[in-house]
């Protein structure tokens, strides 16, 4: 098992940033793939951003160019840098691991933009 503790969320207004953060522990293999995903209310989860071990990235179209991964591999965390933040962002934030063929979900973190 693979235990995801996120933080860093919280209430910002336009424009304004965040930076979240999630920590795994546990069984962790060496190759795997962490990130975020989000979901609004009434709506679906999506994918924000992933990032692998071997540095791979993926971002959702509309985060691009806002929105950072990056982690740190001897701490087992993953960061989610979010600048230029919009409304439209709003949403729960889920930290995501991957590994042999499990996925594992964070507890998530509100992330709410709004004036």
Do not use: H
């Not at 919280?10 to 953060?21: D, E, F, I, K, T």
């Amino acid at each position: 098992q693979v235990q995801l503790v996120e933080s860093g969320g919280g209430l910002v207004q336009p424009g304004g940033s965040l930076r979240l953060s999630c920590a795994a522990s546990g069984s962790i293999f060496s190759m795997n793939v962490m990130g975020w995903y989000r979901q609004a209310q009434g709506k679906e989860r999506d994918l924000v951003t992933t990032m692998s071990t071997g540095g791979m990235t993926n971002y959702a179209d509309s985060v691009k160019g806002r929105f950072t991964i990056s982690r740190d591999d001897a701490k087992n965390t993953v960061y989610l840098q979010m600048n230029s933040l919009k409304p439209e962002d709003t949403a729960v934030y889920y930290c995501y691991f991957w590994s042999d063929f499990r996925t594992f979900w964070g507890q998530g973190t509100q992330v709410t933009v709004s004036s």
